[in-house]
């Protein structure tokens, strides 16, 4: 392969007690600032995967920060419940009250 037609970008690789640089042998296809990269090294490509993989860490953080701040709460939740469906004066069938029932089963697994 003509080096001029070859990806500039510089691989390092660490071994046990070694590192070892080489330069990436494919093809430099794709031009940036005047240097030529395969389409893995391309720097504005790079940015592209960089930018959707750091969206879908987001968007997956943000679903398991939700999920974290239920579980946090749900002790004290239960606990309201528990003050709520014993202290108002509900009537026998008041629809908030079932909910309350079935919140407090489903959490305490007596709701089968
Ligand atoms: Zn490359």
């Given at each position: 392969?003509?080096?001029?037609?070859?990806c500039c970008e510089?691989?390092?690789?660490?071994?046990?007690?070694?590192?070892?640089?080489?330069?990436c042998?494919r093809?430099?296809?794709?031009?940036?600032?005047?240097?030529?990269y395969c389409k893995q090294h391309h720097p504005?490509?790079v940015?592209?995967?960089?930018?959707?993989?750091?969206?879908?860490?987001?968007?997956?953080?943000?679903?398991?920060?939700?999920?974290?701040?239920?579980?946090?709460?749900?002790?004290?939740?239960?606990?309201?419940?528990?003050?709520?469906?014993?202290?108002?004066?509900?009537?026998?069938?008041?629809?908030?009250?079932?909910?309350?029932?079935?919140?407090?089963?489903?959490?305490?697994?007596?709701?089968?």
């Open positions: 392969m003509n080096d001029k037609q070859q510089l691989i390092v690789r660490y071994g046990n007690l070694s590192r070892y640089e080489h330069q042998p093809a430099g296809t794709y031009e940036h600032d005047g240097k030529l504005p490509t940015k592209v995967r960089r930018d959707k993989a750091n969206e879908v860490y987001t968007a997956k953080n943000a679903v398991a920060m939700a999920a974290w701040r239920i579980e946090r709460a749900a002790p004290d939740l239960l606990a309201v419940c528990k003050i709520m469906v014993n202290d108002v004066g509900w009537t026998q069938h008041s629809p908030t009250r079932k909910a309350l029932l079935a919140a407090i089963a489903k959490a305490e697994g007596t709701d089968d």
